[in-house]
């Protein structure tokens, strides 16, 4: 992981200035290795945190001609290569490449969560992009006199109006190139075709940023999902309902029972199988603590957030098979204070439901240790911490939303809370989080009611649905992803969606909503009835039941009165 800085001037040699709350707000993200070199007019800050490959691979790594920084992780590396750093293979590629179709098309084979800035002197160009399912953060921040490209922003408000900057995500349309000549324009790759959706996107950064967008030849990588559903199974679970008068776990037998459904559910246990696996190995062999000791150590290096709902309690027991026995696996819980209230109470929802997911894999992995982590978060440290830090994590978005998720997974991934009463620290470098599943599986309330709102054929009522789980499944890079990498990577700590892997997402999307879920059964029980049906199916039968809280909830942060798309007085 990199936190990425790049930043060229208009009118001079004199970029926007690196201030030391920048440098901090990038260093947290990059702990082990910080550099900050300048080339002519154009600035390059990279701030690294070791995580494949034998030796760190500082960054920016250069040469006479290329300057690359790079925030991800290539997970399909060829096997003679896996002991470098995937920075270093990445950069060695993209100095080989001929010309600018044999760059581009580089991009289009790598498998992984990535954003990063890439200058070629000779062509006097920037590149820069994230990946397709916009899984890492970049930000662009332009005014009369600098172009910035990064990680993650930290300006006041005072200082925004001083130099008169706009800040956005920058959306995962393709890969962008800006010729450090001319920056009124901006060239994208598209990474598939430009839909409807793909030109307002663009139009609304071109509007928002102050660049013209120019649109060339698209990528398409080929696990790309084009749209079009066909797959193998022939199962509808509609057409197998039960009726709800049987006990859960009887509908669930019953649903087991046909072989299509089993087959579909064999093929996605590969898939998410391969994803936590790469997911979890790809890290070095010592932890957060114990660096720079280039030594094994028998600390914790994956932690997962832990609410005890069905997501995360997979991943929890999918990572057991592939991390050492002999090392723990952090589970952490955030519980916050509660509002208006006298008595202090940690015992919140996804506390309870973490308690009995975790007493289940304490049965089904017995030779695991798990470190269950009860992060409990006072209102005045809340707060505090909101004021003076995460809000520029969460920057540019506003809303009430933000805030309230933003914040649980700040002080989620920060990992320090109470182990067996007493006060403890994750030592954990990689953090896997459940982003995802619920978008790609029907597990908000808003996907039942796009199907009870259509009055229509059944056949029309799954169109509904489709429109509404594509509609969240465009939009979660926005909403949600790089929110949470920045809010995520402020720990040093990594985190990593194996929902979101390439292969995954292409089979999820390939099932019809009637293959995914189905709202004629209660809540807990018909939402992502797919992967409901997974989890029972490896033995977590009491997880599999409970019902989709979403964390500002469990967790207590947000109280269910104020409106989620508000603007936060905070932020």
């Known amino acids: 992981m990199c936190g990425i800085y790049c930043c060229f001037s208009k009118t001079d040699h004199e970029c926007l200035c690196l201030g030391k709350d920048l440098i901090d707000i990038l260093q947290n993200r990059g702990p082990n290795s910080k550099s900050i070199v300048t080339i002519g007019e154009i600035t390059f800050g990279g701030f690294v945190l070791h995580q494949q490959g034998i030796q760190m691979c500082p960054q920016p790594i250069k040469s006479d001609r290329h300057v690359l920084i790079f925030n991800g992780d290539i997970f399909n590396l060829p096997i003679t290569d896996c002991g470098i750093s995937d920075t270093q293979w990445l950069f060695s590629k993209l100095s080989k490449m001929k010309d600018e179709n044999e760059l581009i098309s ?9 954003s990063f800035v890439f200058f070629d002197k000779l062509r006097k160009c920037i590149y820069f992009g ?9 930000l662009l921040e332009n005014n009369k006199k600098h172009l910035r490209i990064l990680s993650t922003s930290c300006i006041s408000q005072d200082m925004r109006t001083e130099i008169d900057i706009v800040t956005t995500e920058i959306p995962p349309l393709g890969i962008y190139k800006i010729n450090n000549d001319d920056c009124s324009s901006c060239v994208v790759f598209p990474w598939q075709r430009p839909d409807k959706n793909w030109k307002t996107q663009a139009n609304v950064l071109e509007s928002t940023i102050g660049l013209t967008i120019l649109t060339e030849y698209s990528i398409e990588p080929s696990w790309l999902f084009h749209g079009t559903i066909h797959n193998k199974f022939s199962f509808d679970f509609y057409n197998l309902f039960v009726g709800n008068n049987l006990d859960t776990a009887e509908i669930y037998e019953i649903l087991l029972q046909n072989c299509e459904v089993l087959k579909a559910l064999d093929n996605f246990a590969n898939l998410l199988e391969y994803s936590v696996k790469q997911r979890v190995s790809k890290t070095t062999t010592y932890c957060a603590k114990c660096f720079p000791n280039s030594m094994d150590c028998g600390h914790s290096k994956i932690a997962i957030l832990f609410s005890g709902g069905i997501d995360c309690t997979i991943l929890a027991f999918m990572a057991n098979k592939f991390v050492n026995k002999a090392e723990p696996i952090d589970l952490i819980n955030v519980s916050f204070e509660a509002t208006n209230s006298n008595v202090v109470n940690w015992n919140v929802p996804d506390r309870q439901s ?11 992995c017995p030779d695991r240790k798990w470190n269950f982590i009860e992060v409990n978060v006072t209102r005045n440290e809340l707060y505090t911490q909101l004021s003076s830090c995460i809000k520029h994590l969460i920057y540019p978005l506003t809303t009430v939303l933000d805030e309230s998720i933003g914040c649980a997974f700040w002080f989620a991934s920060r990992g320090k809370g109470l182990l067996c009463g007493e006060i403890y620290e994750s030592t954990a470098k990689v953090v896997l989080v459940g982003s995802g599943a ?14 009870n709102r259509c009055n229509g054929s059944l056949e029309e009522k799954e169109k509904c649905l489709l429109t509404e789980l594509e509609k969240d499944w465009q939009r979660i890079p926005t909403r949600n992803l790089a929110r949470d990498d920045r809010v995520i990577s402020d720990s040093g700590r990594t985190p990593r969606a ?7 997402v292409k089979f999820v999307r390939s099932l019809k909503p ?15 009835l797919f992967l409901r049906l997974f989890g029972y199916r490896l033995g977590l039968k009491g997880t599999s039941f409970l019902k989709k809280r979403a964390i500002q909830f469990g967790s207590k942060i947000a109280n269910k009165k104020d409106s989620a798309n508000d603007r936060s007085k905070y932020l």
């Open 514 to 528: 009637c293959q995914r879920c189905c709202f004629l059964y209660e809540d807990g029980v018909g939402d992502k």
């Open 438 to 451: 619920d978008e790609l599986f029907g597990g908000y309330v808003r996907h039942k009611n796009a199907y």
């Open 130 to 138: 994230r990946d397709s399912l916009g899984r890492n953060s970049l």
């Open 106 to 114: 580089c991009f289009k084979t790598i498998e992984g969560p990535f």
């Open 498 to 504: 194996p929902f979101i892997e390439e292969n995954v």
């Open 354 to 364: 973490a308690v009995c997911s975790l007493e289940t894999l304490k049965i089904l």
